[in-house]
């Protein structure tokens, strides 16, 4: 089992930037595939992107697809998500995830989470 804690979350204005970051200890983070989804209250948990184990490939949803990017240092055993031009539709908390399987954007497929950070966009 992998635990994840992410941070980097906040308030912030309509067209500015943050970065999240997720650190991971326990097994083995190069093998694992690393994802980020988001979620508001009474609503279904919502991909945003996936990175596979050697940062070659990468998935985004359309959504954030031109503004954010995802990314990973394995040495450090962290994924980011840089979040630019970010707006208040992308207010939400924001959870990553790991997966021991393949790239995807379904929520099941990660068997582990963090606790999510908060970010509010205001405009």
């Known amino acids: 089992q992998v635990q994840l804690v992410e941070s980097g979350g906040g308030l912030v204005q309509a067209g500015d930037s943050l970065r999240l970051s997720c650190a991971a200890s326990?097994?083995?983070?190069?093998?694992?595939?690393m994802g980020w989804f988001r979620q508001l209250p009474g609503k279904e948990r919502e991909f945003v992107a996936a990175?596979?184990?050697?940062?070659?490939?990468?998935l985004y949803a359309d959504s954030v697809k031109g503004r954010f990017t995802i990314s990973r240092e394995n040495a450090k055993k962290t994924v980011y998500l840089q979040m630019n031009s970010l707006k208040p539709d992308d207010t939400a908390v924001y959870y990553c995830?790991?997966?021991?399987?393949?790239?995807?954007?379904?929520?099941?497929?990660?068997?582990?989470w963090g606790q999510g950070t908060q970010v509010t966009v205001s405009s």
């Open positions: 995830a790991a997966s021991s399987t393949f790239i995807s954007r379904s929520p099941s497929d990660f068997g582990s």
């Open positions: 326990g097994r083995e983070f190069r093998s694992l595939v």
């Open positions: 990175i596979n184990w050697t940062g070659g490939r990468t």
